[in-house]
Nanobody
């Protein structure tokens, strides 16, 4: 079982930055694909970014490419999302997710953290 706990959300002005963290439990952090999804009010949940177990490959939605950066610290069992040049349309609840390398779906989800970007 993997438990994910996000932190770091908050209110920021457009153009500002935030860093989200996701603390994980268990001894298998280094073997899981990790990522972030988000859900804005009235919209469906959408993929934001993901990172492979080794950290060697990362993937980003076009809407955040060049502004967001995902990273992982295996020693701390923690996933990060650095968000720069934030826009009002980035306002959403951000979820930390995890899946085994062999799994097609992200089947572990955190409770979410709110990010609000004011214009």
């Amino acid at each position: 079982q993997v438990q994910l706990v996000e932190s770091g959300g908050g209110l920021v002005q457009a153009g500002g930055s935030l860093r989200l963290s996701c603390a994980t439990s268990g001894r298998t952090f280094s073997s899981y694909v990790m990522g972030w999804f988000r859900q804005a009010p009235g919209k469906e949940r959408e993929f934001v970014t993901a990172i492979t177990p080794s950290g060697g490959s990362t993937y980003y939605a076009d809407s955040v490419k060049g502004r967001f950066s995902i990273s992982r610290d295996t020693a701390k069992n923690t996933l990060y999302l650095q968000m720069n040049s934030l826009k009002p349309e980035d306002t959403a609840v951000y979820y930390c997710v995890a899946r085994r390398l062999s799994s097609g779906d992200f089947n572990y989800w955190g409770q979410g953290t709110q990010v609000t970007v004011s214009s």
